[in-house]
T-cell receptor, first 111, second 116 residues
């Protein structure tokens, strides 16, 4: 089983749509979880951290289910500028500072 | 957020040459920097963890003699790809961690290496 698994997509949605991405991770000891965004041929940029209680940042909502080792990202009212690859990221082990990246889910928002 | 720079942003070289990539933290001191590699349509793969003043820790499968890492100061880490071959062509990205901000990492803009 891969350490971090994501549906690669692509997800093709119209502007204004709501889209959800899922991610599973294999190491139950992981403690830190993030969603990063990566544009084509650019470096990843932090979108948001993911907390156990779930957290929201504007149109973006992240959820964590530790029992299922499952992370999600919900994007509401999609914008053209949301088109990118979304990377699910977890830390390596309980106290590990290294980050493990999923392959990413590609989102394409069209007008 | 914190700023991390990389130089060069892209490089094309002949097979057999060595290429050095620099990673700098511009507005903070980074005791730990990380080097990643990303092939097209693949995830970022951690190559090594670089700690200032000590030897880098390499991930399984990464040849330490081929990918030389030096972290001589709190603001600079370098990755040298020795005797580069076409299969080393990839997107190399560094990141740095600010201890006060936990394990959050800030990424450099990446270096695209093409070996002919």
């Amino acid at each position: 089983r891969k350490e971090v698994e994501q549906d690669p997509g692509p997800f093709n949605v119209p502007e204004g749509a709501t889209v959800a991405f899922n991610c599973t991770y294999s190491n139950s000891a992981s403690q830190s979880f993030f969603w990063y965004r990566q544009d084509c041929r650019k470096e990843p940029k932090l979108l948001m951290s993911v907390y156990s209680s779930g957290n929201e940042d504007g149109r973006f909502t992240a959820q964590l289910n530790r029992a299922s080792q499952y992370i999600s990202l919900l994007i509401r009212d999609s914008k053209l500028s949301d088109s990118a690859t979304y990377l699910c990221v977890v830390n390596k082990g309980q106290a590990g500072t290294a980050l493990i990246f999923g392959k990413g889910t590609t989102l394409s928002v069209s007008s | 957020g914190a700023v991390v720079s990389q130089h060069p942003s892209w490089v094309i070289c002949k097979s057999g040459t060595s290429v050095k990539i620099e990673c700098r933290s511009l507005d903070f001191q980074a005791t730990t920097m990380f080097w990643y590699r990303q092939f097209p349509k693949q995830s970022l793969m951690l190559m090594a963890t670089s700690n200032e003043g000590s030897k880098a820790t390499y991930e399984q499968g990464v040849e330490k003699d081929k990918f030389l890492i030096n972290h001589a100061s709190l603001t600079l880490s370098t990755l040298t790809v020795t005797s580069a071959h076409p299969e080393d062509s990839s997107f190399y990205i560094c990141s740095a961690r600010i201890p006060e901000q936990g394990i959050l990492q800030f990424f450099g803009p990446g270096t695209r290496l093409t070996v002919l």
